[in-house]
T-cell receptor
């Protein structure tokens, strides 16, 4: 099966940098994604890592280490609008060999002035 | 822009009722997914589909069934709704990329 662990809550100051960690267990690993969800909204895609290393998209970066089954999302120059829940999601395979996506329980980020 | 729509934003049903949740995507995506979201539990996969008439169980399929008669439409069915199925239900689709596009969600309350 697949399982993911990430912290439930993180608080950071506006303008600072915050890192949200994610560890996972899966069979047939294909990649790790990150999604952002504001209260009352739908999850929106942020990034995807299939290979080891860092992927940068503007203020957001995502890192993957497949050997450690670990990844993180790095948010720089935090803004108040970054207050949201962040989910890591692993793309693995089920017993039938079909790719499936399993989400973590989410990290609620609060940005304070 | 990819659009994923769900038939209702809010739904109230009685215990034992049969409930249909509809999801439609307009980008010709092969893959569609149904999740439920509960506080502290994240998004849990109920069922997914990689082609018309094809379905695969997710992590919590018990009490649910699905139907995919057309590529653009993926329906979630609660055969006999129970109070523990009160939740936010999210539909998503993907094409060739790994990005999942989510619908706005249906908040279902079973009384």
């Amino acid at each position: 099966g697949q399982s993911l662990e990430q912290p439930s809550e993180v608080t950071a100051v506006e303008g600072a940098i915050v890192q949200i960690n994610c560890t996972y267990q899966t069979s047939g690993f294909y990649g790790l994604s990150w999604y952002q969800q504001h209260d009352g909204g739908a999850p929106t895609f942020l990034s995807y890592n299939a290979l080891d290393g860092l992927e940068e998209t503007g203020r957001f970066s995502s890192f993957l280490s497949r050997s450690d089954s670990y990844g993180y999302l790095l948010l720089q120059e935090l803004q108040m609008k970054d207050s949201a829940s962040y989910f890591c999601a692993v793309r693995g395979s089920n017993s039938g060999g079909y790719q499936k996506v399993t989400f973590g329980t989410g990290t609620k980020l609060q940005v304070i002035p | 822009d990819v659009k994923v729509t769900q038939s209702s934003r809010y739904l109230v049903k009685r215990t034992g009722e049969k409930v249909f949740l509809e999801c439609v995507q307009d980008m010709d995506h092969e893959n569609m997914f149904w999740y439920r979201q509960d506080p502290g539990l994240g998004l849990r996969l109920i069922y997914f589909s990689y082609d018309v008439k094809m379905k695969e169980k997710g992590d919590i399929p018990e009490g649910y069934s699905v139907s995919r008669e057309k590529k653009e439409r993926f329906s979630l069915i609660l055969e006999s709704a129970s109070t523990n199925q009160t939740s936010m239900y999210l539909c998503a689709s993907t094409g060739m990329s790994y990005e999942q596009y989510f619908g706005p969600g249906t908040r279902l309350t079973v009384t």
